[in-house]
């Protein structure tokens, strides 16, 4: 299982990079990590932790909407210090599930922060 959540984070997050890569080389930097913040709060806005772990595809949407957050959040913040933030709260929420398989209350407030700079992009 842990494997499986490694290789589709992995993946989404060359996903990300590629995506990112390709936005237009006339954008400037600034509007391509605006783009990819505004990527990442979609994808995290679809995201369910709750579906998480279902079998289907719910579970794989789940897995990939929070993988793809995470990977346009760093994008985004590589391309401008202030999506850094939304990026760390992210990747904080991720760290913590990685570590007790779990949504439990800490990675849940690092979610919730992440939302929170989401509504005020």
Known sequence: ????????????AGVGAAWAMSAGSNSPAGETSAADARAACEA?????AGKYTEKGPAGE???NR????????????AGDA?????????????DRHAQVFDFDATAKKDLDQAREICRGL
């Open 44 to 48: 995290l806005d679809g995201f369910d």
């Open 82 to 94: 202030k999506y850094k933030e939304l990026a760390q709260a992210i990747r904080r929420s991720q």
């Open 1 to 12: 299982m842990l494997s499986l959540v490694a290789g589709l984070v992995l993946g989404a």
């Open 61 to 63: 949407i789940a897995v």
């Open 66 to 77: 929070y993988a793809a957050a995470g990977a346009l959040s760093a994008s985004a913040a």
